[in-house]
Every structure is written in structure tokens, then in C-alpha cells.
């Protein structure tokens, strides 16, 4: 389980629950049980929630989410565990739109849930 010293913390602006060895059930609940903490971004920034699945070879996935200069804002990659669900919930600048999702051999690819704006925004393999 989680330390429940988490639980204890009022104010975040990045939060990455990843590379773990919970179900997507237990990284769910948790999730929903941090829900009601304080989640704040600057202004002219917005929240964005990537839920990224790993697929049977995940060192070949990477992705990242560049600014409108192309300039990379976050990113994810060095994956190790399998089929594992990696949750990353971020602020970026309002006008960061470019979402880039890579499976460096293109022979499959990880399954990806995007939240921005209230906007959800799927992308399964193969790709």
C-alpha cells in the first residue's frame, strides 16, 4: 500500500504514480481516494491526466507533450514493468497541445487515456 503520509498532503502541481506493481484497480482507488486533494496549476496553465498502459515490451514506449514552439513540456519513458498502468497528472501552459506517443519498434503500443479541458482522449495499439 501507499505511505499514508500522502494522504496528509494538502497542495499539489505534479503527481506520478508509475512503475509500480499495484492493479489498475488499486492505482484507480487511490486515485479516487487522493481525489479531494488540492490540485493546482498556475494561471494560464491547465490540468492534464495521462494514464498510460504499458503493453508486453515497455521500454519501446515513450511519449511526450510539447508547447506550441515544439519545445518538449513532460514527458515518460525508461518503462520497465509490463501491462502496468502509469498515471501522470501534470500542469501545463493552456496552449500545450501537441501529445506525441511512440512504440519505437511500431509493432504494437501501449493503451493511453488523455484528460484536458474535460476532454477525454483515447489511443490504443497497434500503431
Not at 496549476?41 to 515490451?57: A, K, M, P, R
Not at 508547447?67 to 518538449?72: C, K, L, R
Not at 506525441?100 to 519498434?105: A, K, S
Request: with cysteine; charged share 25%.
Amino acid at each position: 500500500p501507499l505511505p499514508t503520509e500522502i494522504f496528509q498532503l494538502k497542495n499539489l502541481s505534479q503527481l506520478e504514480v508509475s512503475e509500480n506493481l499495484f492493479s489498475e484497480e488499486e492505482v484507480n482507488n487511490t486515485m479516487f481516494a487522493l481525489d479531494g486533494l488540492s490540485f493546482s496549476c498556475n494561471d494560464g496553465e491547465t490540468t492534464v491526466e495521462i494514464s498510460l498502459t504499458t503493453d508486453n515490451y515497455p521500454s519501446e514506449t515513450s511519449w511526450k507533450i510539447e508547447a506550441v514552439d515544439g519545445n518538449p513540456i513532460v514527458s515518460g519513458d525508461s518503462y520497465t514493468l509490463e501491462n502496468i498502468v502509469h498515471f501522470k497528472r501534470v500542469c501545463i501552459p493552456l496552449d500545450a497541445c501537441t501529445f506525441t506517443l511512440i512504440d519505437e519498434y511500431k509493432d504494437g503500443g501501449p493503451s493511453v487515456e488523455i484528460t484536458r479541458l474535460g476532454k477525454v482522449y483515447q489511443i490504443d495499439g497497434p500503431f
